[in-house]
């Protein structure tokens, strides 16, 4: 059987890793800076991780949700604590497309109404959650049966007002940095105002931290940059560092009832374990400031390549765009200089998203390869 041919592939066969560095079957060495689409958030195969996955997996990896599972209760208690957001419920999935359709429902029930505002080259997931990417601001793409998104442009506030007014509106999702879109963010101003604009609509602001959140802005979640409250706070990407798992922080003011949300595999014994190790490592080797740090370090050290037309995002959630597609240059990264980056719906743009793990030197050596890739293709 053939596998269905979705992904263009690069020529590489990963075999093992540790922390920053992945090696392939035939012995050669890559440098990370991608971590699998910002999934790798406390380095490949930490040794702490793999002993408490590794000790779960020897108990009981799974079983059915209606019956007690003490690692949900340590997981919600940990995320709370390392969050701050102590006072919110946790409802646990397995991807961050299950986490967005989780919130897109729980805005459903609590509003009784279906519109969703979304904004233009967002992207939140591939099922029935799915809000395409698309350019133009007018589109209203289905959801699922019910529901209906309207698209509309970043940091425009008077246009999201003026959705709302029409009363029919659910919710509004937004990334508080765009992943896939290409690392376009609002402001400060913008997301305290549409904070305001849902509250006085009763319409349930959901921020959609699958990839930005977990610690990879350099606070728990990117909006925290803010200093606003969401509704629902959706989450997956770095959770498991690698094994599958999402969530939702869902507010106080949301009831919860039986049947009202439901899942097999979410929240498995080993996917809370998995969870736990990660939240464990993020906090003991201080993961969070390392990003920052390097964050840091990064828009200075990038100063050294003149090519580069803009810096953008935050944390290790970083992109540096061209006046050029990028395809060729990140290709040459690859297969010659042995650096995994990933790309973007923007096509100039080349995008790093470490392990959290990353270091200063791992840095030096990205723009090195960069200035000498640059050069040679440049002829
Ligand atoms: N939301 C955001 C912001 C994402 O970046 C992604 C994946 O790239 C998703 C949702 C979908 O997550 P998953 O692929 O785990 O379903």
Known sequence: MNLFDV?????????????????????????????????????????YYVAKVKAQLDNLSFYSNAIQNPLQVELADKLGKLSGYTDYSLFLCSSGAEANENALKMASFHTNKARVISFNN????????????????????????????TFLP??????????????????????????VGGLDQGTTEFFQALEKVCKAHDVVLIMDEVQSGFGRSGKFFAHQFHGITPDIICMAKGMGNGFPIGGILIAPHFKASYGLLGTTFGGSHLACAAS????????????MANA????????????????????????????????????????KMIIEKHIFTGGANNKNLLRILPPLTITTDAIDTFIIALQESLAELKG
């Open 292 to 331: 920052t740090k390097v964050e840091a370090y990064f828009l200075e050290a990038i100063k050294a390549v003149p090519e580069i037309i803009k810096v953008k995002g935050r944390g290790l959630m970083l992109g540096v765009e061209f006046d050029f597609d990028v395809s060729a240059l990140r290709k």
């Open 276 to 287: 736990i190790a990660v939240l464990e490592v993020m906090e003991k080797e201080n993961l």
């Open 154 to 179: 970043l940091n425009e506030i008077d246009l999201v007002e003026a959705e709302l007014k029409k009363g029919d509106v659910a919710c509004v999702i937004i990334e508080p940095i765009q992943g």
């Open 7 to 47: 992904y263009p592939l690069y020529p590489i066969t990963p075999v093992k890793a540790l922390d920053c560095t992945i090696t392939d079957d035939k012995g050669i060495e890559y440098l990370d800076l991608y971590s699998g689409h910002g999934v790798i958030s406390i380095g490949h195969t930490q040794p």
């Open 122 to 149: 967002a992207f939140h997931g591939r099922t029935s959650a799915a809000v395409a990417t698309t350019d133009n601001p007018k589109i209203v793409a289905p959801i699922n049966a019910q529901q209906v998104v």
